[in-house]
């Protein structure tokens, strides 16, 4: 499957989306202490020849945002009950090529585009988290991580 982040959750649970498989997965100790896999969500309508590249949360950690390189989109899921569920709310188009990285600031997904030597802001909107089209191009050469100043 090609484990590639891992994200945790206010919850406890930790989130890892694969690289080769194009899954999310919650993982979750038991009352011993080893780690299970609690629940898993694939991202439909990914192509066979994609992979994915990054997780990061909304600021309240309700959504999941998976970026997948290839067909250049971000799997958006929703966090269910207390974190041991996520659901597939959509497959949105990042408007750049090869989304390797992306974070999410204020209301606003920034994404590196890395062989489109991007970055490109997308709106998020309030009510779904889902982003909209491309608000933004910043030329940057070959963008492979975002870190965002606070």
């Given amino acids: 499957s090609g484990p590639r982040h891992g994200l945790w959750h206010p919850s406890g649970h930790l989130y890892v989306v694969t690289e080769l498989s194009r899954e999310v997965f919650v993982l ?3 009352r011993e202490g080893r780690w299970h896999v609690r629940s898993g969500q694939p991202l439909l309508g990914t192509l066979d020849t994609d992979t994915a590249a990054e997780l990061c949360a909304s600021r ?3 959504t999941l945002y998976a970026g997948v390189r290839g067909s250049d989109t971000v799997g958006v899921l929703s966090v269910c009950g207390a974190g041991e569920t996520l659901q597939l709310l ?3 188009e990042t408007g750049t090529h090869w989304p390797r990285h992306h974070v999410v600031v204020d209301d606003t997904l920034l994404v590196a585009g890395q062989l ?3 970055i490109v802001s997308l709106p998020l ?3 779904t988290g889902v982003p909209g089209r491309v608000r933004h191009r910043t030329a940057s050469p070959s963008p492979t991580r975002l870190l965002p100043m606070r």
Avoid: I, T, V, Y
């Fill in 116 to 118: 489109a030597h991007e």
């Fill in 125 to 127: 909107d309030a009510r």
């Fill in 90 to 92: 959509a497959l949105a």
């Fill in 28 to 30: 979750a100790p038991d």
């Fill in 60 to 62: 309240d950690g309700s």
